[in-house]
C-alpha cells in the first residue's frame, strides 16, 4: 500500500512520540527466582500470625506479574466441620468492597453517566434539602464520598452493624439529615456511610441495582466466578464460618449478616482465586503506556483511584534504634502509603463480625498480596508488611527501570563532546534560554578544569540513568575516580538543557541528587 504524504508524517510522528516516552521494565531476568525464593519465609510469617492470634482459618496470596505466585493456608474453614481452607473458600471481605464500588462509579464516569464533581444532591435528592454545617458549605459532591472528605463521622462500630439496612430505612436516616465531625472538604474522616450512600449512586446512574451492575460490569469481566454480595450464592462446602474470640478462650460462630444497601461498603464475598486475578488487575494498571487497554475499567481510572486525594496522617518513631515513618491518606476505596520502603504502597483492609482481611500492592514493583481469615477483625497487615521486608531481602524486589529517551542520549552526546572540548556555538545549541544566564560560560569552564585536574582522564562513559523523561545522569570513568553528569531539559519544544552539572562521586553507583525544586525519593536514615 502506498502512503499519501499526510499519513506517513502521522505514522512517522505516531512512532516518534512513541519514542519519545518509553515506559520502564524490570531490568533483572531472575527476578521472579528471586521473590519466590521468599515464599517459605512468608508462609511463615501467616502460620505464625495465624497461630498467635488464634485465627480458625487463612489464606493468603501472592502476585507477581499478573498472576498468582503463591499460594498459602492455615487451619480450617468450618471448626465443625474440620473443612480445611482452600483457594476457593469463600471469605467475606468487609471494607475491602470499597475499592470495587469506586471502581463501579469510576467506569460510570468513564462511560459519561455520572461526574465525580455531581453534588450528590444529583443522585439523591434528600440532599438538596438537608442542613450542611456552614453556611458557606458547598454542596457535597461525589468526589468527596470516594474520599473519606465529606465530613461524615468515623462509623466503623456502627457501620458494621448496617450491613442489611434497607432502602426503606436508609430513606429514613437521610430525612432526617446527616451529621458533621468535621467541616466538608476539610480533612480525612472514614465513613461507611458514605460508601453505603455511593452504592445508591450506582444504583441510580446505571438504572440497574448496585450489585447487579457491579457483578456484571466488574466481578464477570475480570471471571471472578467465585464471587457474591449473597451467602445464600455460596454452596455451604465453599463457605467460610466467621468466629468471634471469646473472653474464656472458645470461640462463637457470629451469623452472616444479609446483604442490604450498605452492601456497598463492605458485602463482597469472595475467594483466594478470585481476589488474585483481582489485585493482579489493579497492578496491571501500571505502568503508563500505550498497548490496548482492555478494561473493565480504564487503566488511568485505576491509577486515579491508587493517588493520595485525602491525606491522613504522617507517622514517625524509633523501634529499636531504626526509624519508621509513613505518611498515609485515602484514594478512591483505597489507603495509600509512602514508608522508609516505598514510595507508593496500595492497599485496603476489611473488618466484620467473624472476619478480616487486608491486600496490599506495589505498582513500580509489579507485586501484590492479599489474605483472608475467619476470625473478627484480624485483619492481617502485620504479615504483609514482614513479608515486603522478606521480599526485599532477595534483591529481586527492585522498581521498573526507565529506559532512556532518544533525546536524553543525544544529549548524553552533546555534553561529552563539551567535557572533552567546550565549545561555546555547540553550548549554545542545546542551552535554553536560563542556561547562560544562571552560569556563565567562563564559570563552566572553569568548573570543568577544576574537576578534569582532580579526576584525570576520563576514558568511559555510562548510559544516562533517566529519573524521569526529561532528567537524567550518567557517570564518567576516570583516571583518579568517577565523575557524575546531572543534566534536566527544559518545557520547550524542542527540549534544551536548562539544568547541568558535573560533580565528583564517591562510587561508580553512586546517583545524583535533582536540583532544588525537583522532587525527593522517600528514605528514612538512621
Known sequence: MRLTPLVAVLMTATLAASDAYPP???????????????????????????IDRKIPGMI????????????????VRDRASQAPVTPDTAFRIASMTKSFTALAVLKLRDDGRLSLDDPVSRWIPEFARMELPTRDTPPLTIRQ??????????????????????????????AKGIPFSTPPGTRYEYSNYAFG???????KASGVPYEQYVGTEILAKLHMDGSTFRFVDVPAARRAIGYRLKPDGTYA??????????????????????????????????????????????????????HLWTPSNLTARLVDGRLQA????????????????????????????????YMAWLPDYGVGMFAMATLTYSGPSEPI??????????????????????LQTEMRGHILNLWKRWDDAQARRIAAVNFFRDKPSAERQDEI??????????????????????????????????VGVFFTLAPTQPPAVQHLSFRRLASPDERMGAPTGAPAGVSCRQ
Open 145 to 174: 464520598l470516594l474520599s473519606h472528605s465529606a465530613g461524615f463521622p468515623e462509623d466503623n462500630p456502627w457501620g458494621d452493624q448496617q450491613l442489611s439496612a434497607t432502602d426503606a430505612l436508609m430513606d429514613e436516616w437521610l
Open 385 to 406: 508488611s514482614r513479608a515486603w521486608d522478606a521480599l526485599l531481602a532477595t534483591g529481586g524486589l527492585q522498581k521498573r527501570e526507565l529506559p532512556p529517551t532518544p
Open 197 to 203: 450512600l455511593l452504592g445508591r449512586v450506582v444504583t
Open 24 to 50: 520502564p521494565r524490570f531490568a533483572d531476568p531472575d527476578r521472579v527466582a528471586k521473590l519466590q525464593s521468599a515464599m517459605p519465609e512468608i508462609d511463615r510469617f501467616f502460620r505464625a500470625y495465624a
Open 60 to 75: 493468603w496470596g501472592v502476585v507477581i506479574d499478573g498472576r498468582v505466585a503463591h499460594l498459602g493456608t492455615f487451619g
Open 326 to 357: 509513613s505518611e498515609t491518606g485515602y484514594g478512591f476505596g483505597l489507603r495509600v502509603t509512602s514508608d522508609c520502603r516505598f514510595e507508593h504502597i496500595v492497599a485496603h483492609g476489611g473488618g466484620l463480625p467473624g472476619f478480616g482481611s
Open 449 to 482: 578544569r577544576a574537576l578534569k585536574n582532580e579526576v584525570g582522564e576520563c576514558t568511559d562513559a555510562g548510559p544516562v540513568m533517566p529519573e524521569n523523561w526529561m532528567r537524567g545522569q550518567f557517570n564518567m570513568t576516570c583516571a583518579k575516580g568517577t
Open 253 to 306: 460462630e457470629e451469623p452472616p449478616l444479609p446483604h442490604g444497601v450498605f452492601g456497598s461498603m463492605g458485602g463482597l464475598l469472595t475467594t483466594a482465586v478470585d481476589l488474585g486475578k483481582y489485585v493482579a488487575f489493579h497492578l496491571s494498571a501500571w505502568p503508563a503506556r500505550d498497548d490496548e487497554d482492555p478494561g473493565p475499567v480504564r487503566r488511568a481510572s485505576v491509577r486515579e483511584m491508587a
